[in-house]
């Protein structure tokens, strides 16, 4: 009798510390009353608390998305006001723009292709803007409190800090730029000599914008892996969660951009959702339930942690049942993506069902199934990528190990 209770005691702790929310929190103290005086559990109350965490949980991330969309919204439209409808840019997963002067000059950093573009519209002193503007993009820190994405203030820079650029931009000697004396002489080799110019279509007529074009280092993303791989190593063992796995992810999500943001929405390294992934990871990591901020978030510190801890809860909770830890490698991956529920679903509509048939196939089957008959597109060629990418990561593999077929 007591085994059995005592059974129910630690199923219920499971779920408190990995899954419960504000009501499911509330419902688990009876519930472990109920089981300590021998009374059954009350599953229509643990069901009702689950549907009403649900519930809330989905009113937050529309909540989140909402003052999301509408900070884009605001940022397009006083772009918009200088550089024209077609020459809006904002920042995305892969791409961070920040923008200064009263909107009239920015930074486009391209992660995805390695190729840094400062321009300007200001007419007065040009050269000087562009000057200024490239001193502050090779010195800016991956620090969120320094950059605002959203309006035109100025990121302040930290001289203690490394840049989120070094080693990714050499000089015209092919040294790392670290401080404002090497950053201030690189910006005198570029302006004027390899400064462009191109029409603007604006709302206030055509415009003249002047820009300047800087390469990244040939092997940046590998470069970009090397400046995390340390933080990476760390949680990785922490959580006992693959490395290579982590790595594969964060170049699949942001290809290394510590400023990535999408509409989901998501932020930083590993494109955590606050209100879902990155609250259970934050239960996982500090044992506490509640949703981290963006600015937590944009830390990358703090989201390699987070992102971690995320991919430990998959493994270790929602499909600690599947054998194979290849197969579990694949399910994790997917469901970082799209979620447990359209994991499942890819094999069965009940879940237990679904678990069952993924223990009853090869990897490489389940890879396959995955693959071709996952809900989305968007998750189909996103667990190829990962895979693929963490072929290029697996010698740094530290926590759970596995192949990648």
Not at 18 to 28: D, N, P, Q, R, V
Not at 281 to 298: C, H, I, N, S, W
Not at 301 to 306: K, P, R, W
Not at 329 to 339: E, F, H, I, L, S
Request: charged share 25%; proline share 4%; hydrophobic share 35%.
């Amino acid at each position: 009798m007591w085994t059995r209770r005592l059974t129910k005691l630690l199923l219920l702790l499971a779920i408190a510390i990995l899954g419960g929310s504000c009501a499911t929190t509330k419902t688990i103290p009876q519930n472990v009353q109920r089981v300590v005086a021998g009374q059954p559990v009350d599953n229509e109350g643990m069901k009702r608390a689950l549907e009403q965490d649900k519930k809330e949980i989905q009113a937050e991330v529309q909540q989140m998305r909402r003052k999301l969309e509408e900070a884009f919204a605001k940022l397009s439209t006083a772009v918009q006001q200088h550089w024209g409808q077609k020459d809006v840019k904002v920042p995305s997963k892969t791409v961070y723009v920040k923008y200064s002067q009263h909107y009239r000059t920015r930074v486009v950093t391209d992660f995805d292709h390695g190729l840094i573009t400062i321009e300007t519209l200001e007419d007065k002193d040009p050269n000087g803007s562009l000057k200024n503007a490239i001193v502050a993009a090779l010195l800016t820190t991956s620090d969120p409190a320094s950059v605002d994405l959203f309006s035109d203030k100025d990121v302040t820079l930290e001289p203690s800090r490394e840049p989120y650029l070094y080693r990714l931009v050499l000089d015209s000697q092919n040294r790392p730029i670290r401080t404002r004396e090497q950053a201030e002489q690189y910006a005198r080799t570029l302006v004027p000599q390899r400064v462009k110019t191109r029409n603007i279509q604006s709302e206030e007529g055509v415009k003249i914008a002047r820009l300047v074009e800087i390469r990244m280092v040939s092997n940046f993303e590998a470069k970009g892996a090397d400046r995390y791989r340390g933080t990476v190593d760390r949680y990785s063992r922490q959580y006992q969660v693959s490395s290579s796995l982590v790595l594969a992810i964060m170049r699949t999500e942001s290809n290394f951009n510590p400023f990535a943001v999408s509409r989901a929405p998501a932020y930083g390294l590993m494109q955590l959702v606050p209100t879902s992934g990155g609250r259970a990871a934050y239960r996982r990591a500090k044992g506490v339930d509640q949703t981290p901020t963006p600015e937590y978030l944009f830390d990358p510190d703090h989201n390699i942690e987070l992102g971690t801890a995320y991919l430990s809860v998959l493994s270790n909770n929602e499909f600690h049942t599947v054998s194979s830890q290849n197969s579990r490698d694949y399910c994790v991956t997917a469901a970082y993506n799209t979620g447990v529920g359209n994991v499942t679903r890819t094999f069965s509509k009940d879940r237990n069902e679904a678990l069952r048939m993924i223990n009853g196939l090869q990897p490489p089957v389940v890879y396959e199934r995955l693959r071709t008959e996952l809900p989305h597109e968007e998750t189909r060629l996103y667990i190829v990528r990962v895979m693929n990418y963490r072929k290029l990561y697996a010698d740094m593999g530290t926590g759970a190990q596995g192949t990648n077929r």
